[in-house]
T-cell receptor, first 112, second 116 residues
């Protein structure tokens, strides 16, 4: 079946350090994988995505790595800032009417 | 920046009552979605809607749920007879085209439903 899941529920890092959030998936049929940031009381906010035929994509301070061999996705945040504190979800996008399958979420806490 | 707006932001309802959650998608968007998030859990797909009909729905979206686009701007989710387990944050989303990546789907801020 389809599922996208996260390794760790919480991650605490020091301001300025790099953060790595991991995600595993079981269904290889996803066209895209996406990372979302969700702040308390708000909707998911798109961070970065990666096509299933790529293995790395970089954005501003963020990098997503995709390892299809082991069905693993990671989000790297460089120089983590207090404003990065939020819950981060990975999601697999299955091109069937816009259906996103979300993972469980990792809460990132940045200590000043 | 255009945004998806949802009302109410929070609603408390008695078990068994009907609830309608409203959404105003981004004006030129054609595809509409509802997702829900039970407290502390992941976001779950409910339904997608295009051209006045449901494109896809999940197992969660049973007969007590319905969606409607009553006019040119609103998109509603109706829960006919609410149960305690329907308590969740409900997110509306929209996209201009059939979404091909998460970047093309815009989420609203959510409507928090509490069933008591």
């Amino acid at each position: 079946g389809e599922s996208v899941g996260l390794h760790l529920p919480t991650l605490s890092v020091q301001e300025g350090d790099n953060s790595i959030i991991n995600c595993a998936y079981s269904n290889s049929a996803s066209d895209y994988f996406i990372w979302y940031k969700q702040e308390s009381g708000k909707g998911p906010q798109f961070i970065i995505d990666i096509r299933s035929n790529m293995d790395k994509r970089q954005g501003q301070r963020v990098t997503v790595l995709l390892n299809k061999t082991v069905k693993h996705l990671s989000l790297q945040i460089a120089a983590t800032q207090p404003g990065d504190s939020a819950v981060y979800f990975c999601a697999g996008f299955y091109n069937q009417g816009g259906k996103l399958i979300f993972g469980q979420g990792t809460e990132l806490s940045v200590k000043p | 920046e255009p945004e998806v707006t949802q009302t109410p932001s929070h609603q408390v309802t008695q078990m068994g009552q009907e609830v309608i959650l409203r959404c105003v998608p981004i004006s030129n968007h054609l595809y509409f979605y509802w997702y829900r998030q039970i407290l502390g859990q992941k976001v779950e797909f409910l339904v997608s809607f295009y051209n006045n009909e449901i494109s896809e729905k999940s197992e969660i979206f049973d007969d007590q749920f319905s969606v409607e686009r009553p006019d040119g701007s609103n998109f509603t989710l109706k829960i006919r007879s609410t149960k305690l387990e329907d308590s969740a944050m409900y997110f509306c989303a929209s996209s201009l085209i059939r979404a091909i990546s998460g970047n093309t789907i815009y989420f609203g801020e959510g409507s928090w439903l509490t069933v008591v």
